[in-house]
Antibody, heavy 118, light 113 residues
Framework: QAQLVQSGAEVREFGASVKVSCKAS????????IHWVRQAPGQGLEWMGR????????NYAQKLQGRVTLTTDTSINTAYLELNGLTSGDSAIYFC???????????WGQGTLVTVSS | DIVMTQSPDSLAVSLGERATINCKSS????????????LAWYQQKPGHRPQLLIY???TRESGVPDRFSGSGSGTDFTLTISSLQADDVAVYYC?????????FGQGTRVEIK
């Protein structure tokens, strides 16, 4: 069964960067896109971007262009989200999700809380 | 971007009664070539990750109880919980995956009356 396990909670200062990992197991890592979705406290779900682990091709949400980088390491079945220039608006739970050929989240990581403090 | 709008924002339903959540997209998510609606529904319980309930607007994910059903086409969709259980207390989201970026509705909170 597909499983995604994310790295632990992070606290960063205003203007810093954060890198969150998402380790996949139970399926062929290169055969599904990995999406990143975030959820601010008490708010809804916001799609951030996706990466094709096989090719490395990425799509980013327009509002995050230039601040977000998605990568993968296929040797260890792990996807990464890096977000730069953090502001209080980036304080959120960050989820990775695997799709099944179409961009819906079939399996989700447990989430990583990122807190940005000034 | 396609805007997804859910209604209501919240609803309270008695145990065993029907709960109905609506989702409207700002443009059609029906692909005429395969006659599929690119619409998914998720359940998110407090403090938990979202869980896929329905995809292709009406296909139930494996393991999801059959009291959950999805319907609709084009721009108007419905998630129905036929007989609400205590375990169904959650926020429910619709999401279109017809056009990148995928976009979510704002969520509908379901509570017990």
């Amino acid at each position: 069964q597909a499983q995604l396990v994310q790295s632990g909670a992070e606290v960063r200062e205003f203007g810093a960067s954060v890198k969150v990992s998402c380790k996949a197991s139970g399926y062929s890592f290169v055969d599904s896109f990995i999406h990143w979705v975030r959820q601010a406290p008490g708010q809804g779900l916001e799609w951030m971007g996706r990466i094709n682990p096989k090719s490395g091709a990425v799509n980013y949400a327009q509002k995050l262009q230039g601040r977000v980088t998605l990568t993968t390491d296929t040797s260890i079945n792990t996807a990464y989200l890096e977000l730069n220039g953090l502001t209080s608006g980036d304080s959120a739970i960050y989820f990775c999700a695997r799709d099944r050929g179409y961009s819906y989240g079939a399996s989700w990581g447990q989430g990583t809380l990122v807190t940005v403090s000034s | 971007d396609i805007v997804m709008t859910q209604s209501p924002d919240s609803l309270a339903v008695s145990l065993g009664e029907r709960a109905t959540i609506n989702c409207k997209s700002s443009q059609s998510v029906l692909f005429s070539s395969n006659n599929k609606n690119y619409l998914a529904w998720y359940q998110q319980k407090p403090g938990h990750r979202p869980q896929l309930l329905i995809y292709w607007a009406s296909t139930r994910e494996s393991g999801v109880p059959d009291r959950f059903s999805g319907s609709g086409s084009g721009t108007d969709f419905t998630l129905t919980i036929s007989s609400l259980q205590a375990d169904d207390v959650a926020v429910y989201y619709c999401q279109q995956y017809f056009i990148t970026p995928p976009t979510f509705g704002q969520g509908t909170r379901v509570e017990i009356k």
